[in-house]
């Protein structure tokens, strides 16, 4: 993230709600893990990615994702949709519902070609559950999810621009966030 402390909007306060707390919103999606094969429970949750296709609609699909250093990363193989889609326009969003917000992202993605980034991004989802290796410019592994392809799987970094959360438990509220 910048230096600096992102812009908020309370967009509750017609229900005279008090902004959330951008810091307890990031604080939740630092400590959340994204869902792994057989894992489930409380402390997992699906990410999911929308990017847009040639013709401007919407493409929507759940990834693996791990918020490092208040960015996103997330892997893929180079002939799926959601990175054909990244490669000819880095605009996208992500989604998650996590333990009392459900938030919404919206950046830009970019590919991690950087072998010593690579390698610590590595550890970092053998530490959700999955271990993989980096080769050829991205991760390898000797499975992934079905609809991945080949590896290598290459792996890219989401950069928030807007963040929207709205809190899911009492006493509720929404706030706009801009980096």
């Known amino acids: 993230m ?3 402390e992102p812009t908020a909007k309370n967009l509750a306060d ?8 951008w810091n307890d919103v990031r604080g939740t999606l630092e400590t959340n893990l994204t869902q792994a094969p057989g894992t489930g429970g409380p402390g997992h949750h699906t990410f999911w990615l929308s990017t847009l296709d040639a013709d401007g609609r919407p493409h929507m ?34 989604g998650v519902a996590i333990h009392g917000y459900d938030v919404a992202l919206e950046g830009r993605a970019v590919r991690v070609i ?14 959700g559950g999955w271990a993989p290796t980096v080769a050829d410019g ?27 959360a709205v809190m ?9 966030w801009t980096f």
């Open 61 to 94: 699909t759940a990834v693996g994702a791990f918020w490092v250093d208040g960015r996103y990363y997330f892997c893929g193989g180079p002939r799926s949709r959601k990175i054909r889609n990244i490669e000819r326009d880095p605009r996208c969003a992500f």
């Open 114 to 127: 950087d072998e010593t980034h690579l390698q610590r991004l590595a550890k970092v989802f053998a530490e």
């Open 138 to 164: 991205g991760f390898t592994h000797e499975f992934s999810a079905p609809s991945a392809g080949p590896p290598p799987w290459y792996v890219y970094e989401f950069t928030p621009e807007d963040a929207y």
């Open 168 to 176: 899911s438990k009492e006493p509720g509220g929404a706030t706009r």
């Open 2 to 4: 910048a230096a600096n």
């Open 14 to 21: 017609l229900y005279k709600l008090a902004p959330l707390d």
